[in-house]
């Protein structure tokens, strides 16, 4: 009897601690988990061969690059690089290399027979080779990549000079292509502005393997269009499991660029002069120039980044970010100022929607964004989209499946419409805002990237687009939505159901919105983008937990699909084609 009062007792007891426990395990591992995104690298080493020379002014050391012997080329290596609290996206290490690497091209005449190489130069991409040399008149420069694996075709493409022209006698430039872990055999062609070829110089590169480790060639699958791919490199954006990347895939699904963040990822590229701009970590966006070299950093003291970039008005940055240490998160916009840095909060949410957020309360270890346990985030912006005419801002809330218009930013603001599930904010202060559906479709539930698309025949008409993750899962508020059928609330499996790219006529005269046009895409519960891309206008779509990226044709019929590794999710994949930056 004592024997089964104790195996009782102790029965009782082991539950009791696995009631404690399991939630604690998930708080826990909730905050692992979304506290990788704003981890900053602190490893910065790399392997170098034999130092062949110092630069003490700038305390560079040239350092012989591991890229076999038919190459002579360089690393510049800071003699700070193991020291706590370096990084390569800062302005004095960057004016050091910059510095250094003046030095080298100074101290003799290269030729393109013995260029000055130097691998990854700026410490942000590790499979970019600069390259410097002289001709004896203006030309250009054309590059074939060839490795010898049949998975692997042949890359060619043509020099942007970090000049801006496309012909000069003086070349510097950045090569594109280099596939890591392999020997990639170049020849560059430079010819004249007329065609005729002056000089073909032919050497082998032994790249490094990835820094990240991550797979150069991604599984491809064709599907029934016929059209031809467009040009261009896939940017993969915040791989988890690969945070502190950016991986860039061509046609062929082979990596032609690696680029090493100080964390967080990518979120989106902007083109601006003859630089882009990016993010570098949770709290630092960066503009970069095409040689690799930082020219200028926006430090978000205080903030951090969460989900999109994109441009407001002239000279302007606009940023989704939540505030360091607040209640909640994911619920402001900074405005930046792209030549002084300035960065100011342009939009607090809590305070611009304030009797809504009154109604929500932090997510607990039973709703669907259980990770977040514990964290106020009942609006969660994934997407932002400045329309200049009204001075007006279009973003897209994941927690409330709604897409909001706020006017005048930068002025009087205030709410213009949402555009969702009417049902959602019938019993709120704010039903009288919504947009009427016209017509009968489903309405978009946790959709993602929402983009100006073109405009109608009138000024208030217009056509967004969105990736419509056509997922329903509400983790900030005590209310029930009954969905359709065809709606998934599985984070991991659709139940048989797609999300879809949709296409939404905005009708601000009429008060409505109504659905243009749609096409079916691999499941993702969240994460996950589409954009429409190119003069064939094809739409590249990321769906971020099917961990698929896939080319469409102007139809939404598939031409190719690939498939990546990743842990859980990959957030965005754009398509751009780098004219004017890498590739003349």
């Known amino acids: ?32 988990f979304t506290a990788q995104e704003k981890v900053v690298r602190t490893d910065w080493t790399m392997e170098v061969g034999e130092t062949v020379d110092k630069n003490e002014e700038y305390e560079i050391e040239y350092a012989q690059a591991p890229v076999g012997d038919n190459l002579m080329a360089l690393q510049l290596v800071p003699m700070d690089i193991e020291e706590e609290g370096f990084t390569y996206y800062d302005a004095g290490v960057q004016e050091r290399l910059e510095g250094a690497l003046e030095g080298m091209k100074d101290s ?70 280099l596939v890591p872990g392999k020997t990639n055999e170049v020849t560059m062609t430079i010819a004249g502005s007329w065609g005729k070829v002056r000089q073909t110089v032919k050497f082998s590169v032994d790249m490094p393997e990835p820094q990240s480790g991550y797979s150069t060639l991604l599984e491809t699958t064709d599907g029934e269009s016929a059209e031809e791919l467009s040009d261009g490199l896939y940017a993969m954006m915040r791989v988890n499991g690969y945070l502190g990347y950016g991986f860039f895939f061509d046609n062929d699904g082979v990596m032609r660029y690696e680029m090493v963040l100080e964390g967080y990822g ?88 304030e009797e809504y957020f009154d109604m929500t309360r932090p997510i607990a270890a039973t709703d669907p964004m259980f990770w977040q346990v514990g964290e106020w985030d009942w609006i969660h912006l994934n997407s932002l989209q400045y329309m200049e005419e009204d001075d007006s801002l279009i973003v897209s809330s994941r927690e409330t499946s709604t897409i909001i218009k706020m006017e005048h930013i930068h002025g009087d603001m205030q709410l213009s419409w949402l555009a969702g599930d009417e049902r959602f904010w019938e ?35 217009y056509d967004l687009v969105m990736y419509n993750n056509n997922y329903w899962g509400l983790s900030s508020r005590d209310f029930e ?68 990226f896939g080319e469409y044709d102007a139809q939404g019929t598939l031409i190719r699909e690939y498939a990546y590794e990743c842990t859980m999710q990959n957030y965005r994949t754009i398509k751009y084609d780098f004219t004017g930056f890498w590739f003349a």
Not at 269 to 292: E, H, P, Q
Not at 312 to 317: A, K, M, N, T, V
Request: one cysteine or more; proline letters at 2%; glycine letters at 8%.
């Open 108 to 177: 003799r005449q290269w030729t393109a027979t013995e260029p000055l190489a130097i691998l990854n130069p700026y410490g942000t991409a590790s499979n970019g080779l600069y390259l410097y040399f002289e001709t004896d008149r203006k030309t250009q420069v054309t590059y074939t990549i060839h490795v010898e694996d049949d998975s692997i075709p042949d890359y060619t493409a043509a020099a942007m000079d970090a000049s801006g022209e496309n012909y000069t006698k003086v070349h510097e430039f950045q090569m594109i292509g």
């Open 266 to 353: 990518l979120d989106r590229i902007l083109f601006y002069d003859n630089d882009i701009i990016t993010c570098a970590s949770a709290g630092k966006l960066v503009r970069i120039n095409s040689l690799g070299q930082v020219e200028q950093i926006y430090q978000l003291d205080g903030y951090s980044l969460h989900h999109d970039i994109g441009f407001g008005q002239d000279g302007e940055l606009l940023a989704l970010a939540e505030e360091n240490g607040a209640e909640t998160v994911e619920d402001r916009v900074l405005s930046i100022d792209v030549e002084s840095g300035q960065v100011t909060e342009l939009i607090d949410f809590t305070e611009a929607m």
């Open 1 to 32: 009897m004592k024997k089964h009062r104790k195996k009782l007792i102790a029965a009782v007891i082991i539950i009791l601690v696995l009631i404690v426990a399991v939630p604690v395990g998930i708080i826990i591992g909730g905050k692992i």
């Open 427 to 461: 019993d709120t202060p704010y039903a009288d805002y919504c947009l009427k559906q016209e017509g009968d479709f489903v309405p978009q539930y946790g959709q993602h990237c929402v983009e100006y698309l073109r405009a109608g025949e009138e000024a208030g008409v």
């Open 481 to 548: 939505l009954d969905v359709a059928d065809t709606v998934g609330t599985d984070l991991y499996d659709g139940g048989g159901n797609d999300s879809q790219v949709y296409i939404y006529r905005i009708d601000e005269n009429a008060g409505t919105y109504s659905l243009e046009s749609s096409f079916d895409v691999p499941y993702s519960s969240i994460v996950s983008n589409a954009s429409l891309y190119g003069e064939q206008n094809h739409w590249i779509v990321n769906s971020g937990v099917s961990m698929v």
